[in-house]
């Protein structure tokens, strides 16, 4: 193996059940949020950090829609494989499905439900990604803390215990879908017992960093958004939010084209030549008018971009 590396998986296992009866014929994270699949988000927000090789896990009856969908990545200057989830089995399964292809390197594990926006994301991805030793997870303020796993802070701000789902949390920051680990991640992962709700549980990890004071939390602020797509009612909102946030000021959230195109990973010629299969569509317009700008124009979430 030559030089570590930080590669991304994305989780887009599961039956989607929450979400029946339009996940009965269609897998979850294919579904639309408002102009474009669910993935497109997860999937962005991978690339946001600069992570360009990226492992995708789904049930098997449904790998070969996402592999329609992206192929193997090389359109967007990345590289796309596939793995899959025989049962849904909890996150913590990831690192072991994901074993050979995470092959000695930092992670990254985001969920493919998971949508993330704001002005300071990008900043703190690439900080993130910067961890060579533990593991950096992203908390969040949230009004409903007893639907997830929930982190307590002592009075320095730092953390100190985990709970998942507690029905009577002290604390009101949830640990979001996204989660940056050193390579100890997968002998971690294989330690891990299954939980009295039958699944490898993902915070049985972070508790293990947390036990070795390599737990790194990072609150993500009032101006940046986290939303779970897992429910007819936050689909909705997720929809609603993305639409809002695109009218207004003109620019896509969650375009792993536009990503793509301003971190030079692919050149004027190579967006335009994807945005021309669907230019009668707005998204394909969109791609083709960002395409018209300078090289010089590498401006968004309000942050410059910067090549790697």
Same mark, same amino acid.
């Given at each position: 193996?030559?030089?570590?590396?930080?590669?991304?998986?994305?989780?887009?296992?599961?039956?989607?059940?929450?979400?029946?009866?339009?996940?009965?014929?269609?897998?979850?994270?294919?579904?639309?949020?408002?102009?474009?699949?669910?993935?497109?988000?997860? *999937?962005?927000?991978?690339?946001?950090?600069?992570?360009?090789?990226?492992?995708?896990?789904?049930?098997?009856?449904?790998?070969?829609?996402?592999?329609?969908?992206?192929?193997?990545? @090389?359109?967007?200057?990345?590289?796309?494989?596939?793995?899959?989830?025989?049962?849904?089995?909890?996150?913590?399964?990831?690192?072991?499905?994901?074993?050979?292809?995470?092959?000695?390197?930092?992670?990254?594990?985001? *969920?493919?439900?998971?949508?993330? @926006?704001?002005?300071?994301?990008?900043?703190? *991805?690439?900080?993130?990604?910067?961890?060579?030793?533990?593991?950096?997870?992203?908390?969040?303020?949230?009004?409903?803390?007893?639907?997830?796993?929930?982190?307590?802070?002592?009075?320095?701000?730092?953390?100190?215990?985990?709970?998942?789902?507690?029905?009577?949390?002290?604390?009101?920051?949830?640990?979001?879908?996204?989660?940056?680990?050193?390579?100890?991640?997968?002998?971690?992962?294989?330690?891990?017992?299954?939980?009295?709700?039958?699944?490898?549980?993902?915070?049985?990890?972070?508790?293990?960093?947390?036990?070795?004071?390599?737990?790194?939390?990072?609150?993500?602020?009032?101006?940046?958004?986290?939303?779970?797509?897992?429910?007819?009612?936050?689909?909705?909102?997720?929809?609603?939010?993305?639409?809002?946030?695109?009218?207004?000021?003109?620019?896509?959230?969650?375009?792993?084209?536009?990503?793509?195109?301003?971190?030079?990973?692919?050149?004027?010629?190579?967006?335009?030549?994807?945005?021309?299969?669907?230019?009668?569509?707005?998204?394909?317009?969109?791609?083709?008018?960002?395409?018209?700008?300078?090289?010089?124009?590498?401006?968004?979430?309000?942050?410059?971009?910067?090549?790697?």
């Amino acid at each position: 193996m030559g030089k570590q590396k930080r590669v991304g998986i994305i989780l887009a296992g599961g039956t989607g059940s929450r979400l029946f009866p339009i996940t009965k014929a269609i897998n979850k994270q294919l579904i639309p949020v408002y102009d474009k699949p669910m993935i497109y988000y997860p *999937l962005s927000t991978l690339m946001l950090a600069g992570i360009r090789d990226i492992l995708i896990i789904t049930n098997s009856n449904q790998q070969s829609q996402f592999k329609n969908l992206l192929g193997d990545g @090389h359109k967007l200057g990345i590289s796309i494989s596939y793995e899959t989830q025989e049962k849904p089995n909890g996150l913590a399964e990831a690192f072991i499905i994901g074993e050979s292809f995470i092959d000695g390197n930092s992670t990254a594990l985001i *969920l493919g439900d998971n949508l993330f @926006h704001g002005t300071e994301l990008i900043s703190q *991805l690439k900080q993130a990604c910067t961890q060579q030793n533990g593991a950096t997870v992203f908390a969040y303020s949230v009004s409903d803390p007893e639907n997830y796993g929930v982190v307590n802070f002592n009075d320095k701000g730092q953390a100190i215990s985990i709970q998942e789902k507690p029905s009577n949390p002290t604390s009101r920051y949830a640990l979001t879908g996204l989660y940056f680990y050193d390579p100890s991640v997968v002998d971690k992962a294989h330690k891990v017992k299954f939980s009295n709700r039958g699944e490898l549980e993902i915070s049985s990890i972070n508790q293990m960093y947390l036990d070795q004071n390599k737990l790194n939390v990072e609150v993500l602020g009032r101006g940046t958004a986290w939303l779970d797509t897992g429910t007819h009612e936050s689909l909705h909102e997720a929809s609603s939010f993305v639409r809002t946030i695109e009218k207004r000021q003109g620019l896509k959230i969650g375009s792993p084209e536009e990503i793509a195109w301003r971190y030079g990973w692919i050149n004027k010629e190579q967006i335009l030549r994807l945005a021309k299969p669907i230019i009668k569509s707005d998204y394909g317009k969109y791609l083709e008018r960002i395409a018209s700008e300078t090289s010089s124009s590498k401006i968004f979430l309000n942050q410059k971009y910067i090549k790697d």
